[in-house]
């Protein structure tokens, strides 16, 4: 048998196959894989669903269909975002978080599973004082997206929530993720943490920048090169925002209320003493699923 013929022969099928929707899947992740880019399975699937205006059971369904040539130059546009490190969620404009699909952009953070940990504690934290149901009002520092305080709104029916960041930009995609999500009880505005608000709150939480400036440049290509800079950087040792929420927290909370902010590896004892020099009572913080503390809670005395 002529090898030459044998090797064509076996290329034909995957050379056809490459341009099925399931052999784009499959080419795709290898490429991911290749390049040691974490869940190239997953996000390949989602960024040629994204690429094919398909959702998950469309794209299983369509596995065998062949790929047209605007498909084709499609997916391999957004396969060299990825390669080129660019964050799945900022490719299709949106990330889950605590089950509510929100937009994001080049202003605001990708939402981290980690920091359901902050949406978990608060609930934890309030579920203590009384029925979620009754009247709260919750200021979320450096909303971002608004993805803790809408994630905290969608449990609790008679809460009002307002958000404040210092991104102009920010702050219009949190108010677009409200609307969109119904959730009118959210209340967006511009400003330095806790500058513009007024007291007193129920429940504070904030997810702040606690990157130390010198430990940015060795992040991830996918945080370091395309979150935004504002929304990492917490200054020379990572607890500017913690001693600036420190000063502003005691006066904004009302009696009881409680104070919820996510830390970083190795923050929780700085923080937590800083909490503490400021009149408020913190407890052991709550791990997230890899079992770093993540949430810190500090409650004001009634």
């Given at each position: 048998?002529?090898?030459?013929?044998?090797?064509?022969?076996?290329?034909?099928?995957?050379?056809?196959?490459?341009?099925?929707?399931?052999?784009?899947?499959?080419?795709?992740?290898?490429?991911?894989?290749?390049?040691?880019?974490?869940?190239?399975?997953?996000?390949?699937?989602?960024?040629?669903?994204?690429?094919?205006?398909?959702?998950?059971?469309?794209?299983?369904?369509?596995?065998?269909?062949?790929?047209?040539?605007?498909?084709?130059?499609?997916?391999?546009?957004?396969?060299?975002?990825r390669l080129a490190r660019e964050p799945v969620a900022r490719i299709v404009g949106s990330k889950e978080f605590w089950s509510l699909k929100l937009r994001v952009d080049a202003a605001t953070l990708v939402p981290r599973p980690e920091t359901e940990t902050i949406v978990?504690?608060?609930?934890?934290?309030?579920?203590?004082?009384?029925?979620?149901?009754?009247?709260?009002?919750?200021?979320?520092?450096?909303?971002g997206c608004g993805a803790i305080i809408l994630a905290l709104l969608s449990e609790l029916p008679n809460a009002f929530g307002i958000g404040s960041d210092a991104s102009i930009r920010a702050v219009l995609v949190a108010r677009d993720n409200g609307r969109r999500l119904g959730l009118a009880r959210a209340g967006?505005?511009?400003?330095?943490?806790?500058?513009?608000?007024?007291?007193?709150?129920?429940?504070?939480?904030?997810?702040?920048?606690?990157?130390?400036?010198?430990?940015?440049?060795?992040?991830?290509?996918?945080?370091?090169?395309?979150?935004?800079?504002?929304?990492?950087?917490?200054?020379?040792?990572?607890?500017?925002?913690?001693?600036a929420i420190a000063a502003a927290a005691p006066a904004l909370l009302a009696p009881g209320g409680a104070l919820i902010v996510e830390l970083g590896a190795g923050q929780a004892?700085?923080?937590?003493?800083?909490?503490?020099?400021?009149?408020?009572?913190?407890?052991p913080p709550r791990p997230d699923l890899k079992g770093t503390p993540r949430a810190l809670v500090a409650r004001k005395g009634a």
């Open positions: 048998m002529n090898p030459g013929a044998d090797a064509a022969a076996l290329a034909a099928p995957s050379s056809v196959n490459a341009r099925t929707v399931a052999g784009a899947r499959r080419s795709m992740a290898a490429k991911f894989r290749a390049c040691d880019i974490g869940s190239p399975e997953l996000d390949a699937r989602i960024l040629i669903g994204h690429a094919l205006g398909l959702d998950h059971a469309a794209l299983a369904a369509a596995h065998a269909r062949m790929l047209d040539a605007e498909e084709e130059h499609a997916i391999a546009a957004l396969a060299r975002r978990e504690a608060a609930l934890a934290a309030i579920d203590a004082r009384g029925p979620r149901s009754r009247a709260l009002r919750i200021a979320d520092l450096g909303t967006f505005l511009a400003g330095d943490m806790a500058a513009a608000l007024r007291g007193p709150f129920d429940v504070i939480v904030s997810n702040p920048p606690y990157i130390a400036s010198g430990d940015i440049a060795a992040l991830a290509p996918e945080v370091r090169d395309f979150d935004p800079r504002r929304a990492l950087d917490g200054g020379p040792d990572g607890l500017d925002f913690y001693r004892q700085a923080v937590a003493a800083l909490f503490a020099a400021a009149g408020l009572a913190p407890l």
